[in-house]
């Protein structure tokens, strides 16, 4: 066994030779590996090995090219591309050994090997898409000589990763193993030998076309996969340029194609896009570190789970367990209300297209419903998701304090109440947390796990932990009204009101916001949500824009009649010239003066308060990081995940020009309006709010 470089060692076995990754934690390819690589491979050559196996120590075969080295700072070393070339024209078999994940560049690495062996738990896939990139280093033009055209655009689209059944019926793995990584090793120096003795042609990709030739000259295959996406991936770029690169394979040679590939791969990767994405990708996974807290911070054992209301939220957030197999028990006020409940989590689950009818079963047998609160005696947390009420909620935190066993955690999904109010009425505030969950809770990402003054480490712990067990990104926030997500949210809806009486339209605020890149805007989600949440005729004074709205029989889209009318079948929206006129006399009757209001002007005054309510929410210490922020934007708002999130996109519009403008909107009024200090100071030092961490 010899050392390569300080990744990656060359081993012998007999007349093979093996060039093994040890690149924690998820062996990508940082320089070293590249070097390694290349001067395995060629010394195993010079030293006359027969075959020659590369593999990967550790938790996965190479999960990609190092992001972190993106942007330059890593020194001179073997390119991909001579790394490839090194294996693609060895005199002798070269098979990749995978196991864990082969994503992006590592597996473009294996696509050079002539043979791929890998363990039936193994992934494969192309995820640049994520990193709003195309896979660089000949991805895109050997993958769909493996694989086929239709194939290699579904996988570099979606950056889906694929099981080994589909890797073996698509060509992209000539052999299985099972086992540990040792059968793995030996399975590959098995195919190694046999290659040897059998004299297996050293099959590269590259020469491969039978393949791409069937899609050859066919622009309607295409501009059919191109419709099939556009909705999915409006806005962004690297999807497009992805189907550009596979109509390069199917069309032109290789070597064309892999200039096509560069060109477009160069572009992306020096795009504000990518930069956004990759910044993103950081961000979410800072998200689950928590400073103070580290990996010894002893757990609460969650084995059982308890929920306390089966409503919208309950239901959805008993699904996220019982979806990973922790059983939950779900108590209602009555048993009406709990069959109601569970009929709906049933529907959920009938509906998904992904669950067999057999999944059904197993997952609702996790369930257990009940309308007795001292069932949740043996659970290891219990959520509640009862009317957002405080005198409810403490009520029933103080009967929970009588029921939960020590150390069980109780958490609240309140949206925006006070969670050390709910703590202080337990013994036990230690224990106490907030989980806020987003509707529908068992569908979107986004987990803000709200530490109270009182929540202990290992509530903390837990609670970001069990985020991550049940597929959630968890963002930890602290008190106060709305938490990240929702008080920032306030603040765009203030203007967004604000600015209809002033003469823009629903529609233009709408559009304005879609264009930037929200799946839809402030108007539209209130008729999909309902006017008349918290409204009631009884007290309705015709005082505020929403009570003339739900006066006039406008509830949204239930009744087919909000801030637009919803076509009874198709359920497509059509702005309302009722609605302008019922603006427009409200607005009058404040002695507003309508006139044109810019689209620039509209995404201003929605966006630039999130940007300076963040900004206030960082210096009250409300959010660890900057980036904080835009996880919870990007996963819980649909804050478009290529301009980053509230923090990247203000520091990439530039702080200044936001400060400026701020001073400038402030004459309109409102808190909202009040500049932050540490904004203004950021912009004055040339300082960025998407790094800034508490
Ligand atoms: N480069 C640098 N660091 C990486 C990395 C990469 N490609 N992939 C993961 N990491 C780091 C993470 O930042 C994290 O670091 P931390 O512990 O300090 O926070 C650590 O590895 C573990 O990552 P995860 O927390 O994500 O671990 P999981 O086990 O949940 O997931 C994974 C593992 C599936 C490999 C996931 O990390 C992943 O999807 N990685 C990205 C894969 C990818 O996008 N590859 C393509 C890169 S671009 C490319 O190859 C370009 C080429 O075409 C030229
Ligand atoms: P919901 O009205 O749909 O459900 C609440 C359920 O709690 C009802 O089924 C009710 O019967 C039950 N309930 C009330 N009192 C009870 C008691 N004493 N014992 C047992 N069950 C009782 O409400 P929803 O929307 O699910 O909201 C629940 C909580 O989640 C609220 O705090 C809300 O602010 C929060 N939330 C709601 C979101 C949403 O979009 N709906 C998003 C995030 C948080």
Redesign the pocket.
């Known amino acids: 066994m010899a050392a390569v470089t300080e990744s990656v060692r060359l081993e012998t076995e007999g007349d093979i030779a093996l060039v093994v990754v040890d690149n924690p934690p998820v062996n990508a390819l940082s320089w070293h590996v590249r070097q390694g690589l290349f001067d395995g491979i060629n010394q195993a050559v010079a030293g006359g090995a027969k075959a020659i196996v590369v593999m990967c120590d550790g938790r996965t075969f190479i999960a990609g090219a190092d992001i972190s080295e993106f942007g330059g700072g890593a020194p001179q070393a073997a390119g991909l591309p001579e790394v490839q070339a090194a294996m693609e024209n060895a005199p002798v078999p070269v098979i990749a050994a995978i196991h864990g994940t082969a994503l992006g560049g590592g597996l473009e690495v294996a696509l050079c090997a002539h043979y791929r062996v890998a363990l039936g738990s193994a992934k494969f896939g192309l995820p640049e898409v994520n990193l709003g990139l195309l896979p660089g280093a000949g991805g895109t033009q050997r993958l769909p000589r493996l694989t086929g055209v239709p194939k290699a655009l579904e996988m570099m689209t979606s950056g889906r990763h694929i099981g080994t059944d589909e890797a073996l019926e698509c060509g992209l793995v000539d052999e299985l193993a099972h086992g540990d990584l040792s059968a793995l090793r030996t399975a590959a120096i098995g195919f190694a030998n046999r290659a040897i003795a059998e004299n297996m042609p050293l099959l590269r990709v590259r020469d491969r076309n039978d393949k791409v030739e069937a899609a050859k000259g066919d622009t309607e295959l295409f501009a059919k996969f191109r419709k099939s996406i556009a909705r999915k991936t409006r806005g962004f770029l690297a999807p497009e340029y992805n189907v550009q690169c596979v109509e390069a394979a199917a069309n032109l040679s290789f070597e064309e194609g892999l200039k096509v590939e560069r060109k477009l791969f160069l572009e992306l990767m020096t795009g504000p896009q990518s930069q956004a994405q990759r910044y993103y990708f950081f961000a979410e996974r800072a998200a689950n570190k928590v400073p103070g807290i580290d990996k010894d911070t002893p757990l609460v054992d969650i084995q059982k789970c308890g929920v306390?209301?089966?409503?919208?939220?309950?239901g959805g957030i008993a699904m996220n367990f019982a979806n990973v197999g922790i059983p939950v028990t779900i108590?209602?006020?009555?048993q009406e209300?709990l069959d109601?409940?569970l009929a709906v989590v049933r529907k959920n689950y009938e509906r998904s297209r992904s669950i067999t009818p057999e999944m059904v079963e197993q997952r609702m047998a996790m369930i257990t419903g009940s309308t007795d609160?001292a069932d949740f005696a043996d659970c290891d947390i219990v959520i509640?998701?009862?009317?957002?009420d405080m005198e409810?909620?403490k009520?029933?935190f103080r009967e929970l304090d009588q029921i939960c066993k020590p150390g069980a955690i109780m958490a609240?999904?309140?949206?925006?109440?006070d969670v050390n109010e709910i703590a202080s009425v337990t013994s036990r505030p230690e224990s106490v947390i907030g989980m806020?969950?987003?509707?529908p809770?068992n569908v979107m990402k986004l987990l803000e796990v709200v530490r109270g003054d009182k929540s202990s480490d290992t509530t903390v712990a837990t609670a970001m932990s069990i985020g991550k067990r049940i597929g959630k990104i968890a963002a930890l926030v602290g008190v106060c009204h709305g938490f990240v997500g929702n008080r920032m949210l306030f603040m765009r809806r203030i203007e967004a009101d604000r600015i209809i009486l002033e003469g823009a339209t629903p529609a233009q605020v709408d559009r304005v916001l879609f264009d930037f890149g929200f799946p839809m805007g402030p108007f539209a989600m209130s008729d999909l949500?309902g006017l008349d949440i918290g409204w009631k005729a009884e007290n309705s004074k015709g005082e505020t824009l929403r009570d003339l709205m739900c006066e006039s029989g406008r509830r949204g889209q239930k009744n087919g009649r909000g801030y637009y009318t919803y076509d009874s079948e198709t359920r497509a929206a059509t702005p309302d010239p009722e609605v302008e006129q019922i603006i427009k006399d409200f607005a009058t009757g404040k002695g507003i003066e309508q006139r044109e209001v810019s689209d620039q002007e509209v995404l201003e005054r929605c966006l630039y308060p999130m940007v300076n309510e963040g900004a206030k929410i960082l210096e009250e210490g409300i959010a660890i990081r900057g980036s904080d922020v835009d996880v919870v934007w990007v996963n819980g708002y649909g804050w478009p995940v290529y301009r980053g999130g509230p923090m990247h996109w203000a520091d990439s519009v530039g702080l200044t020009e936001i400060v400026e403008k701020i001073k400038g909107y402030s004459a309109l009024g409102g808190r909202h309006w009040e500049l932050s200090p540490l904004l203004e100071r950021l912009a004055a030092e040339g300082g960025k709010l998407s790094n800034y961490s508490n």
């Not at 108590?331 to 009555?334: L, S, Y």
């Not at 609240?412 to 109440?417: C, D, F, G, V, Y």
């Open positions: 306390l209301g089966a409503g919208t939220m309950g108590v209602e006020r009555d209300a109601r409940g609160k509640e998701a009862v009317f957002e409810l909620k009520t029933i609240s999904n309140t949206s925006a109440l806020h969950f987003f509707s809770a949500a």
